[in-house]
């Protein structure tokens, strides 16, 4: 009776954390998702010559700017 009345309102199931838990667990439609963990953060740092190329890449690009005349 439950699960009907959570069917037709999918926000009684929030008052109901143990049926939201239940349908989640025998949902065969979340068991047939693909999933895959992504930590973009987890990527190695640039190597120190890297961060001496974008130091001077950097550098040039500073030194080429052109200044405002101020007139």
Known sequence: MHASIHAANPF??????ES???AIEQSERLKGLHS???RPL???AAS???????ARYDAMV???AVEPDGE
């Open 12 to 17: 009684g199931m929030l008052t109901d954390p």
């Open 36 to 38: 895959r963990v992504c």
């Open 62 to 64: 500073d030194d080429s």
């Open 48 to 54: 120190r010559r890297e961060a001496d190329e974008l």
């Open 20 to 22: 939201l838990l239940n």
């Open 42 to 44: 987890d990527r190695p």
